[in-house]
């Protein structure tokens, strides 16, 4: 999929969604609608990061409407306190978009290691856990090694699998049991 | 059903008496020259005796055509029910059909819609009632799902649209349906009527008349007149106002506007939209109306 595939949603169009709401209520709903949005961007177009002074979720041309630096920096603290999301730095320019929360990722992982049979003894590496042809379509499909890691640990903890480490990172070897 | 009388005082005079058109009772047939003098004849020229019976005469033909009257619409009622039963099918599938129908039981008094046990539950079996108490919990669940955006205002064709939508994705999903008769769609004036229901329950549904549309309220909050012309002046244009054209032209002053904007944003039934300076007050509610007409005007 392409990014210009993404099918926007209606209330995308909505004028005052570019005005952070005033009533506490309202705004509630109106940040709610905004992690919704950003996570559904990122997941479907594959994207591990969100740079905040590049997104172009933050204008809508075709309204003339756009979060002023202000509202941005509203949407992004929202996000990052709701667990979808983690600053990459310090200074908060960049934030990692956690797709699916760990525990539903570690689910994720190990049901499809079972239906590809890889479930009592199959090994595969990181690698092709997030890039590898057998992944086609999965929700983990190019997902950022971190979070594939910490979704691994949580199987490992559950003795679900087993990780080998290889010569370089993304060859380290799961083996799942 | 039974053939009770009804009225006052006509046990006596009864026969012949319910032929339409004013029919002269056996008892007035000795005075028929006068009878048929203009009244105010009449009356000058009856001695004073005679004027006790004339009114007991006027009484007993009062109730007579009272009487009649009574019958006629008890008649009526039996026919209504022959008609409900024999197409009691078309009253349930045929939103335009139930609406005649319900048009036509109104003015004799008969509500099919509350009774739901007794003489019109077992004609319509199901009852069309239940049709109603169903469709108004649907009509709830689409209000309170979206109240959050909308702050508790839905245009009227918007509910129906989404209900209707809903029960065409249900029958596609269940293709296997044993009828062929193809699933009718709710009207407007279905949606209507559930609204009505739900109301008498509390909780403040009602449908408030906004310009061309009817918006189906969903919140106990209590909406003046300067909010409805505010919201309808909103469907003028876009979906939105600024104090300015509103006190441009409503001729209110700014005190007026502002309070009236801030129970609105107050109850999320309007968004704040700052641009370029000024503030911009919308209803979900018509901005979503508006979008839905443009889409299916194109």
Sequence with gaps: ?177 | MAHRRRGVGVGRTRAGASRPGGSVPASGQRRTSSAAMPSSQMQIQMPQTQDDRLQKKADEMHALSMQSALDTVEKLQVKLADFAKKHQSDIQDDPAFRQQFLQMCAPLGVDPLVSQKGFWAKTLGVGIGDFYYELAVKVAEVCFSTRSKNGGIMALAEVCDTLNRNKARRSSSSSKRKSGKKDQLYSKGDIAVAVKKLATLGGGFRIVTVGTSDMIVSVPTELDQDHVEIMALAQDGEGCVAVENVTRQLRWNEDRVERALALLLQEGMVWKDDYHGISFYWFPSVWKEKMAIEAGAQ
């Design chain 1, 1 to 177: 999929m392409t990014e210009g595939d993404f099918e926007y949603p209606e209330f995308y169009s909505f004028p005052p969604f570019f005005t952070i709401q005033p009533v506490e209520a309202t705004r509630q709903k109106q940040l709610a609608l905004w992690r919704e949005l950003i996570l559904k961007y990122h997941t479907q177009n594959k994207l591990k990061t969100l740079v905040v002074h590049e997104c172009p979720l933050w204008k809508n041309d075709s309204i003339g409407r756009k979060l002023d630096e202000t509202a941005v920096r509203t949407v992004c603290s929202d996000l990052v306190d709701s667990g979808h999301g983690e600053w990459l730095d310090e200074e908060e320019t960049a934030c990692r978009i956690l797709w699916r929360k760990p525990e539903e990722l570690a689910t994720d992982v190990y049901e499809w290691a079972s239906q590809t049979g890889n479930v009592g003894g199959g090994i595969c590496t990181l690698y092709e856990l997030h890039s590898g042809e057998d992944v086609n379509g999965a929700s983990f499909e190019g997902i950022d090694e971190e979070l594939l890691r910490r979704a691994l640990a949580i199987l490992e903890d559950e003795g679900k699998c087993t990780v080998f480490q290889g010569e370089t990172s993304s060859e380290d070897g799961i083996k799942f049991h």
